[in-house]
């Protein structure tokens, strides 16, 4: 790590989250956050409550190593098995939206081997075996509704989808001004990563957007808000970066920004 980057990033850890949700994070002076649909995926990231405990702890318990990487940590389950990594926390936020405003049928993730991974399906039975290498779809359980039922499937999701899965299934923003809430950055394959947009906010003079970005990573791990580690705006990213997004733990490239069909 350059020198610069980590005085950056030890000026951040000193730096109180004030808001209790991330629509509560601070902005800088002179911005304003963009408009959000009420019922849209950006508008419910909003509202996800953040953890008072600012530490990042891995699925077993134990703290990761690096804790300069994050801004503030989401209040959202990590379970108890090396699953939820980087892709499938964006999965997670994206299914958990869905989920919240009873969107079951449109909850639907592809496996690495192209197969699709409904909810719907899985509601009334259908489960996902591997057979001979391949994915595929067998009724073999009781219907099921309920949290549980959302957890096991979301156990499967995280299984056999991921970067490389996920990245195909998102659209390409062509304009890095299109950029809205929900809204990811990801390089798929192995290695790979996965980052989510989960706000956005304008400089009220220029129109120029900044942003907020969170992620999971290796192993399983409570998702948080990076922090910037080349910017005095940090937690906030820049929509003018060059041709690198330089986050703590990965480097994006600009065209590696995608969406979500629907939300």
């Not at 629509?23 to 508008?43: D, M, N, V, W």
């Not at 900044?210 to 948080?224: E, G, K, R, T």
């Amino acid at each position: 790590m350059k020198p610069a980057i980590f005085l950056l990033l030890l000026i951040g850890s000193c730096t109180l989250v004030s808001g209790q949700t991330i629509g509560g994070i601070p902005l800088p002076e002179g911005y304003q956050r963009i408009t959000q649909k009420t019922g849209s995926f950006g508008a419910w990231l909003r509202q996800i409550p953040l953890k008072k405990d600012k530490t990042v702890y891995l699925y077993n318990g134990t703290k990761k190593f690096n804790q300069l990487a994050q801004y503030a940590v989401l209040d959202v389950s990590v379970g108890d098995k090396d699953l939820q990594q980087c892709a499938d926390a964006v999965m997670r936020l994206y299914a958990e939206y869905q989920y919240a405003h009873a969107l079951y049928q449109q909850i639907s993730f592809k496996a690495t081997d192209g197969t699709s991974m409904d909810y719907a399906s899985w509601m009334k039975g259908y489960r996902f075996p591997m057979k001979q290498g391949k994915l595929s779809k067998q009724l073999s359980a009781a219907p099921c509704t309920g949290r549980a039922c959302f957890d096991s499937y979301l156990q499967t999701v995280f299984s056999y989808a991921g970067t490389l899965s996920l990245s195909k299934e998102l659209q390409t923003v062509a304009d890095m001004k299109d950029i809205a809430p929900g809204y990811v950055f990801i390089k798929g394959g192995s290695p790979g990563h996965a980052v989510i947009v989960v706000d956005v906010a304008y400089k009220i003079t220029t129109g120029e957007k900044i942003f907020l970005i969170a992620q999971s990573y290796m192993p399983a791990q409570n998702i948080h808000v990076l922090r910037n580690p080349t910017s005095i705006l940090s937690p906030w990213y820049n929509t003018t970066f060059s041709s690198n997004l330089y986050t703590p733990e990965w480097i994006f490239q600009r065209d590696q920004l995608k969406r979500f069909k629907q939300g």
